[in-house]
């Protein structure tokens, strides 16, 4: 029979999955309460959070909100990573952290992005992706990349023409 505060962990856990774009999993064996806290300051600032859980009661949570379970990833003592604002960063702070000297002991096991388990390197993959508005501007002249070339062969024939008169002047001024 569950406990009242097993039952109220897994509805915790179910509200932040709810709220959260991704969830990443990671190994914390070793590390010591000033990193810990470190690191979840980092993720904080990130616009994520991080819980201590069992194993068994984020399956539940994650089966509750519809969302594939990592069962390879659901073994030993996990930290899970809640991101509410933007993914892609609190997977920065995370393969940062793990990088950083003293601190391999943190170790990025994978996550759930929407509806697609990530391996660690998928963790990776997303934390190396470019900041949102270095995204846009990339879309942005993508987009008007074609526009520009039809401005540019549209405006040929008259800089053309421009040349051709330019020179034409130049000759009758010789003359």
Sequence with gaps: MPTEFRKQQVADHLEKLQRSEAVFV???????????????????????????????????????????????????????????????????????????KGNEKLVVKGGVLGQTVLDAAGVTALADLPPREVLLAQVVGTIAAPLRGLVTVLSGPARGLVTCLSQLKEKKEAA
Aim: glycine share 6%.
């Design 26 to 100: 990671c190994e914390y064996r070793g590390l010591s309460v000033a990193q810990l806290t470190s690191i979840r300051a980092k993720v904080r600032k990130a616009g994520g959070e991080m819980k201590v859980s069992r194993n068994t009661l984020m399956a539940i949570a994650l089966t509750e909100a519809g969302l594939p379970v990592p069962e390879a990833l659901m073994a030993g003592p996990n930290i899970y990573s809640f991101a509410f604002e933007n993914a892609p960063a609190v997977a920065k702070v995370l393969s940062e952290f793990s990088k950083e």
